[in-house]
């Protein structure tokens, strides 16, 4: 299955997320005000869950498409049902 997202584009946003966890772990060693630590935390998040929409919306447009063209489209909207509950847990 073809898809439009680069693995630069991911890997680019993964490394900004590891950055940042990086700095959460350095300002907790040199015990920086909490409410700093938990603005980078929430820095963190909203980072990793623009790169799972990211990606939801390339399988979506892509992978998802692919299966209603081959019969399985039920099944992928299982599959990425599922896999958004975890998400979103």
Same mark, same amino acid.
């Given at each position: 299955? @073809?898809? /439009?997202? +680069?693995?630069?584009?991911?890997?680019? @946003? #993964?490394? /900004? $997320?590891?950055?940042?966890?990086? =700095?959460? +772990? /350095? !300002?907790?060693?040199?015990? @920086?005000?909490?409410?700093?630590?938990?603005?980078?935390? $929430?820095?963190? @998040? %909203?980072?990793?869950?623009? #790169?799972?929409? !990211?990606?939801?919306?390339?399988?979506?447009?892509?992978?998802?498409?692919? %299966?209603?063209?081959?019969? +399985? =489209?039920?099944? %992928?909207? $299982?599959?990425? %049902? /599922? $896999?958004? +509950?975890? !998400?979103?847990?």
């Amino acid at each position: 299955m @073809r898809h /439009k997202l +680069k693995k630069e584009d991911i890997n680019k @946003r #993964l490394n /900004k $997320a590891v950055g940042q966890i990086n =700095g959460i +772990k /350095k !300002m907790i060693e040199d015990e @920086r005000d909490c409410p700093d630590i938990l603005i980078q935390i $929430a820095a963190v @998040r %909203s980072a990793l869950a623009t #790169l799972g929409l !990211m990606i939801t919306e390339d399988h979506i447009e892509h992978c998802v498409t692919e %299966s209603f063209q081959t019969g +399985k =489209g039920e099944e %992928s909207i $299982a599959e990425l %049902s /599922k $896999a958004l +509950k975890q !998400m979103l847990k």
